[in-house]
């Protein structure tokens, strides 16, 4: 049974930090990597960050580059998202889920996903 539990979303100043959460099935990490989309109302879902479980390689929008951190705990079944230099532009539920790899395209064949949790980043 798959479980995607996303947490750690809020209001915060541009400029700021969060960190998100997912929590996973044991065997989601053990099989697949994980990604982090974003979807903001009236726009397009855009793919945000992904993490391969055959070599932990990862992979990030141009968007967030240099700001945004995707890592994983695999003892905690857990993966994170550290977000750093928030912009407004970044409000948006964030959402993990499941790819089947993590290469161009990935937010566009999704397995499984979250329930999300909202980013609000004021200015």
């Known amino acids: 049974e798959v479980q995607l539990v996303e947490s750690g979303g809020g209001l915060v100043q541009a400029g700021g930090s969060l960190r998100l959460s997912c929590a996973t099935s044991?065997?989601?990490?053990?099989?697949?990597?994980i990604g982090w989309f974003r979807q903001a109302p009236g726009k397009e879902r855009e793919g945000v960050s992904c993490?391969?479980?055959?070599?932990?390689?990862?992979s990030y929008a141009d968007s967030v580059k240099g700001r945004f951190t995707i890592s994983a705990d695999r003892p905690k079944n857990t993966v994170y998202l550290q977000m750093n230099s928030l912009k407004p532009e970044d409000t948006a539920v964030y959402y993990c889920?499941?790819?089947?790899?993590?290469?161009?395209?990935?937010?566009?064949?999704?397995?499984?996903w979250g329930q999300g949790t909202l980013v609000t980043v004021s200015s």
């Open positions: 044991e065997f989601i990490l053990d099989d697949y990597g």
């Open positions: 993490i391969s479980s055959k070599d932990g390689s990862t």
């Open positions: 889920a499941v790819p089947p790899h993590c290469g161009s395209g990935w937010s566009r064949s999704l397995q499984a």
